[in-house]
C-alpha cells in the first residue's frame, strides 16, 4: 500500500513539473488586433500589446512576432516590441521605447530613454541588455553622455 501511494505522489510531482515546464516554453501574446502574414512568417500585434512568458511580461503598443522557419514545429523566434515599451520580470520594471526579445536565447535588448527600477533604486541610460538566465543586466548611454543611478538610503 505504501508503495502504491509513494508511486502515486512522484507521477503526480512529475506531473506538476512537466505542466510547469511547459508553460514557460509557451508564449501568450494578446493585443487589440492581430495580424498574420504566413509568407513572411511574422504576426503583428497591435494596440495595447502584451506577450506573457513565464513571469516575464511585455508590453507595448506593437509587437511584432518572428516565427522560426527551420524547425519542424513552428516556434517563437524574437519579439519586436515598439511604442511605450515596458518589461517586467519578479522585481524589476525596465521601460524604453523599444526592445527585441531574443526568445530562444532568453535575451532582451531595450533601445531609447531606458529606465531600470528594482525596489528603491533607478537606472536611466540608452541601451539596456538582459541575460534572463543569468539574470545579469547591462546599461549604457550613448557617447559623452553617463549612465544615471539613483539609489534610496533610507528605509
Known amino acids: 500500500m505504501n508503495n502504491i501511494i509513494i508511486k502515486a505522489i512522484l507521477i503526480y510531482i512529475l506531473f506538476i513539473f512537466s505542466v510547469a515546464s511547459k508553460s514557460i516554453k509557451e508564449i501568450e501574446i494578446t493585443a487589440a488586433t492581430m495580424e498574420w502574414n ?3 512568417n511574422v504576426a503583428i500585434a497591435i494596440g495595447d500589446a502584451k506577450a506573457i512568458k513565464g513571469n ?10 518572428f516565427f522560426n522557419k527551420k524547425k519542424v514545429v513552428e516556434t517563437i523566434n524574437k519579439l519586436n516590441a515598439s511604442g511605450n515599451v515596458k518589461f517586467i520580470r519578479q522585481d524589476q520594471i ?3 521605447d523599444s526592445a527585441i526579445y531574443y526568445v530562444e536565447n532568453e535575451n532582451i ?5 531606458v529606465t531600470l527600477q528594482k525596489e528603491d533604486s533607478i537606472m536611466l541610460g540608452d541601451e539596456l541588455s538582459i541575460d534572463l538566465k543569468t539574470s545579469s543586466s547591462k546599461l549604457t548611454s ?5 549612465v544615471r ?4 538610503s533610507e528605509k
Not at 535588448?109 to 530613454?113: C, Q, R
Not at 550613448?142 to 553617463?146: E, T
Not at 543611478?149 to 534610496?152: A, D, T
Open 94 to 96: 525596465a521601460t524604453g
Open 142 to 146: 550613448k557617447k559623452n553622455q553617463k
Open 109 to 113: 535588448l531595450m533601445k531609447g530613454n
Open 38 to 40: 504566413k509568407k513572411e
Open 149 to 152: 543611478v539613483k539609489y534610496n
Open 56 to 65: 516575464n511580461i511585455l508590453y507595448a503598443d506593437k509587437i511584432i512576432v
